[in-house]
């Protein structure tokens, strides 16, 4: 299938790795690149930019194919060496970035002139257009199903995506929700190029991630998320758990005097003890209502040739069948 997101990419198949934390290592990106996807390392996983140049090294030695990094620009007490993080994927030869969270527009002309492509998630039309606006070569707009941060809108996709259609003259993924052929083809008919999937690439053999943290994601439901963090503008989609529980009772019983201080022990530092332990009461965790669509647990390239055959099989004949 080609889309201007695969020629943009150089990629065979329109999907895209999202970029999650304690996730996106070398093995899964690796993994999606050689089933014909975008890999994705999530650069802010690795504490400093000399782990991730090792990271990028890694991937390197286990695909031919492209793959690419996520850089999150976000406020922080101690503010990552983003110049640091950008020279070690300019050195790495790595030719796609995701970039998330604040603007990035300071640290386009230096991947511009590396050669990168750079596509920036978006949570609304405006976002959106900022980033077509200040160089962006392509957006991932996340509507309000995904999981992680949808923004502050509450938009889902069979709305956000034709607005972002309307609106866009950059192309752009589909993220939240997508989990199958069908997401692809619904996808594309919203005007989407390709689709961006993360809860959905958890749960495959090659996500170095604990076990339980998969099995979770099979059980689940899509009525087992909750949306925490609200009142701080912060907004997170979780996998309910016990610590989801604390959380969201705390934010009840303090409303508009919540602090951040007030729930650190149950959103900071948690990722490591969840993704890598699978102490699933550890804290709350990002996944997305698509857990709903997910029943197993297959190897990144049965997903990805799953999905691709779904979709061929829904345009060419359930589609066809209606004309």
């Not at 909750?226 to 907004?235: D, E, G, I, Y």
Request: glycine share 10%; proline share 5%; net charge negative.
């Amino acid at each position: 299938m080609k889309t201007k997101i695969t020629e943009m990419f150089g990629i065979e198949h329109p999907i895209i790795q999202g970029g999650m934390h304690y996730v996106g290592f070398a093995e899964l990106a690796a993994a999606v690149s050689n089933a014909g996807g975008l890999g994705i390392i999530t650069g802010l996983t690795q504490r400093t930019p000399e782990l991730l140049a090792n990271e990028i090294r890694r991937c390197r030695e286990m695909t031919d194919k492209p793959f690419g990094v996520n850089l999150t620009f976000l406020p922080s007490l101690s503010t990552p060496d983003y110049p640091g993080y950008i020279k070690a994927i300019i050195d790495g030869g790595v030719k796609a970035v995701e970039t998330a969270g604040n603007n990035p527009q300071k640290w386009l002309p230096a991947m511009h002139e590396a050669g990168i492509k750079v596509i920036h998630k978006c949570t609304s039309v405006r976002h959106s257009l900022k980033a077509e606006s200040i160089g962006c070569d392509a957006v991932s707009v996340d509507g309000f199903e995904c999981g992680g941060h949808p923004g502050e809108d509450d938009i889902p996709n069979f709305i956000l995506l034709p607005r972002a259609a309307d609106e866009l003259k950059i192309p752009f993924v589909a993220s939240g929700g997508m989990a199958d052929g069908r997401s692809l083809v619904a996808a594309l008919a919203l005007g989407a190029e390709g689709m961006n999937m993360g809860t959905r690439f958890i749960a495959t053999q090659e996500a170095p991630v604990h076990e339980n943290v998969k099995q979770a994601i099979v059980a689940a439901s899509e009525l087992d998320t909750r949306l925490v963090m609200r009142s701080l503008r912060n907004t997170e989609r979780v996998l309910r758990n016990g610590a989801v529980d604390r959380l969201i009772a705390k934010e009840k019983e303090l409303g508009a005097n919540l602090k951040f201080e007030d729930i650190m022990a149950e959103v900071a530092g948690v990722y490591p003890k969840i993704m890598l332990e699978g102490t699933m009461e550890a804290g709350a965790w990002s996944c997305g209502m698509v857990a709903g669509l997910i029943h197993d647990v297959p190897t990144c390239k049965q997903l990805i040739d799953r999905i691709m055959a779904e979709a061929d099989a829904i345009i060419r004949q359930r589609l066809a069948g209606f004309l």
